[in-house]
Each structure stands twice: as structure tokens, then as C-alpha cells.
């Protein structure tokens, strides 16, 4: 049987809304390559790591081969300082709503807490909204091989706690990192849409909408 042991976040789109900003800094680098990059492109681009994200964007654009490898990676560098520039003002007030609530009674009730974010830029929003204290381990994204949907984030997080995967609950925004975590052998709960995380069972709106007795009684069933 299962039980509660952890709850492994993911982080843009779930303790903090940055997919948004995200998004408008891919926007403006496709913007700079004369593309308009389709806001439907948004919910692809959810989870996925910096790298795989541009060679989507240049796909859609038919700019494959267009770059070399050095140039990609500095186009990349380029969306991240306006991502960067998006986000250098993030205090606690940015934390999603119904974050701090949950957070703080994981701890109260002695369930493990960790992040399982692809985004490089993780440690820094953490620090800057102060919530980083919360954290009993943090998977970084460099250690690992495969990006979502692949388990591999969700797998290091679960190894960092020392919690085996099937007592873990993943909360995720993404379709693919729903897949990954139930590629990992955790219960995934979804934030935002059911149209969109149509490969999960539990989806609610926000983490408002999160509870400890809820994550329980959906993790025994
Ligand atoms: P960075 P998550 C992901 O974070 C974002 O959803 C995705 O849009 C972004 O491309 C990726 O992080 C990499 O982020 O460029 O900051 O390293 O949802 O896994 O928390
Ligand atoms: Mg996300």
C-alpha cells in the first residue's frame, strides 16, 4: 500500500506562474528571427528544457538547420537575460496562491518536501520568494540525462530524500511532466486544465485548491 512520505513540485507553473514569462521571452526571440511564435505553442513548451525548447521553436519556424550548435546556444542565452530580466523582481508576493499554506503544513506534518524543476534558474527563484528553507532536497536539472517526460528529475528528487517513488505525490503543470512522473512510479496531481492534462486524473486549478488530507486520501486510494 501506498502512503504519504513526499511531495516532489515542480516550480514554474506550480509555486510560482512563470510559464507566462517564459513564454513572452521565447515570443520576443522569435520575434527577433521574424517568427510569431502561436501562443497554442505555450502548453509544448511547459516543462521542457531551454535547449529542446529553442530547436521546437525553430522547427515550427522552418529554421531548423539554420544555426549552428554555437549560435543555438546563444540564442538561448539570449531568451534567458529576458526571462532573466522578467523575473530579477520576484519577492514572495509572486508565490502562487495557497503555496505558502501547503508548504508549511507538509513540514508541520513531517512530509518531506522537494523540487523537481528543469529550469536553471530554480535555486534563484526559490531565494528570491524565500521558500527555499522549505526544501529537503532540490534535483538539479545539470546532473541529469533525460528532460521530461522522462523520470529522470523526479527519480533524482526521490533519491535526494530517500523516499521510495511510489510514497511520492509529483505536482505538475506540464503534459510532460505528468508523464514523467508517472513514469517514475509517483502520483502525479495536475495544475491547470483537464483539456490540457488529459493524461492526469486529479487536476485542480491552483494549489489553492491543495491540501494535505486531499494527497493523502488520493495517494491511499
Ligand atoms: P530555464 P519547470 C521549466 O521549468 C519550464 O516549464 C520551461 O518552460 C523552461 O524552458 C525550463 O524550465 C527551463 O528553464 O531556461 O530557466 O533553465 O516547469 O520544470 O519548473
Ligand atoms: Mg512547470
Partial sequence: MRRLEAVIFDLDGVLTE????????????????????????????KGISRMESLEIILEAAGMTDRFTESEKVELTNFKNNIYKSMIKKFTKENLSEGALDLLVSLRENNIKIALASVSKNAPFLLNAMGIEGFFDAVADPNEIKRGKPAPDIFLAAAELLKVPPHNCIGIEDAFAGIEAIKAAGMIPVGIGRKEELSNCELVVSGLRDVNLKLLMKFIEN
Fill in 18 to 45: 512563470t510559464s507566462r514569462q517564459h513564454f513572452l521571452a521565447w515570443k520576443q526571440l522569435a520575434e527577433g528571427l521574424s517568427f510569431m511564435l502561436p501562443d497554442e505553442m505555450n502548453e509544448r513548451l
